[in-house]
């Protein structure tokens, strides 16, 4: 038999847990691992489980574990890559940086350091040229919404479906919308909407809280005029676009613009499809306006272009998947804490597993996280840089 603080090592020195959460006593019963590799190895590059043969009642949760570690470590990737391509081209706008500057593969988030730091330097440079002039930035929030039909069910081949009376509370930090062929009560979303007399969520040509924005600008109030993206209005019966509220009737298509996290589902399934439904999520980039106040030395509009084209998809990165992919991240390796006792049930080849999908979600949250943080602060430089509007 092998010694528990053998078997936990791997789990301890993750730093995942505290030593009072993890369970490691269970593993007194379990037999030597040495020389036990994790059948789930190979899987762990191609995210097909299908093949993978695990023992014990515990093996179905185990494989959602390996299949949520898998989806993060994968979108932890995609997200460097995202903002690495991102600041490339924002660099790539501006000018008067080398090309093999802006290239880097992704790496835990140093990637995506290296090349936005370098565009970072330039965009600084170029604004203490400007001297006396600023840059005003306005950055929106992002859209970002998860389909719910998809996620009941995910919840529901997972063997834990979400009551009907749940549904609403499941969406936390945001609200429901959908289409709605009735009456809606609540407020209504029009797309590029020819007219507006509500909330802009783009550029207001008309009046913004009654001041003239006759050459367009992001509204922060209330528009009345024509809004160039999203209009929020208060829902006056039939609503011809995205009713936010309660609908007369069942709603079409709804969508939770916060995350999805059933109040009553058990944790697997919770951390199952919640990385399964990082890949459902859609969101709109944040809107970026930029525009210049006082004389400039040089002329700033290839920069104020470039900035309008690249810093939505940077600012995303931390307003929205990004944000979300790091939360959920969070909570894989909180469920972690709960995997000894899935080793016991789950035999030498559990352990082994264990400790290979532990050390990989750890990895995948370091990565994320900083790949996060580089777009903070790639956007606060921009915005320091500058003065803040709106």
């Known amino acids: 038999m092998i010694h528990w603080k053998k078997a936990c090592a791997p789990l301890l020195l993750l730093g995942l847990a505290p030593p009072l959460l993890l369970n490691c006593a269970a593993l007194n019963k379990v037999a ?4 036990v590799g994790c059948p789930a190895a190979q899987a762990m590059e191609t995210g097909d489980f299908s093949g993978v043969q695990l023992a014990g009642d515990a093996k179905g949760e185990l494989k959602g574990f390996l299949s949520a570690v898998y989806d993060t470590k994968k979108l932890s990737v995609e997200t460097e890559s995202g903002l690495i391509a991102a600041c490339a081209e924002l660099g790539t706008a501006i000018g008067g940086i080398d090309e093999a500057a802006l290239k880097a593969e992704p790496s835990n988030g140093d990637g995506a350091k290296k090349v936005c730091n370098t565009v970072t330097d330039r965009v600084k440079a170029m604004i203490a040229e400007a001297g006396n002039a600023k840059l005003v930035v306005t950055v929106t929030e992002p859209k970002c919404n998860v389909d719910i039909d998809e996620m009941l069910d995910c919840y529901d081949k997972c063997g834990s479906p979400v009551q009907p009376g749940d549904i609403e509370a499941s969406c936390v930090g945001g609200e429901i919308s959908g289409q709605c062929d009735a009456e809606c009560k609540g407020s209504c979303s029009v797309e590029a909407s020819a007219s507006c007399s509500g909330t802009c969520d783009g550029n207001c040509t008309g009046k913004c809280d009654g001041k003239d924005m006759k050459e367009g600008a992001i509204c922060a109030g209330k528009c009345e005029g024509k809004c160039d993206a999203s209009c929020k209005m208060a829902a006056q019966g039939k609503c011809e676009g995205t009713c936010s509220g309660s609908c007369s009737v069942k709603a079409k298509a709804p969508q939770c613009t916060g995350t999805f996290r059933p109040p009553s589902v058990n944790l697997s399934c919770q ?24 004389k400039s030395k040089i002329d700033l509009n290839k920069l104020v272009k470039a900035l309008e084209a690249s810093m939505p998809k940077i600012a995303e990165i931390e307003l929205g998947l990004g944000k979300r992919a790091k939360e959920q991240a969070e909570a894989l390796i909180t469920y972690s804490a709960k995997m000894p006792e899935l080793a016991e049930a789950g035999g030498t080849q559990g352990i082994a597993c264990i400790a290979t999908a532990t050390d990989q979600g750890k990895q995948a949250l370091g990565s994320i996280t900083a790949t996060v943080d580089v777009s903070v602060s790639v956007k606060a430089s921009m915005v320091g840089s500058a003065s803040t509007g709106g």
């Open 32 to 35: 030597d691992v040495a020389g």
């Open 271 to 294: 951390i199952d499809c919640g990385s399964k439904s990082l890949k459902m999520i859609k969101c709109r980039p944040p809107r970026v306006k930029v525009s210049t106040e006082g």
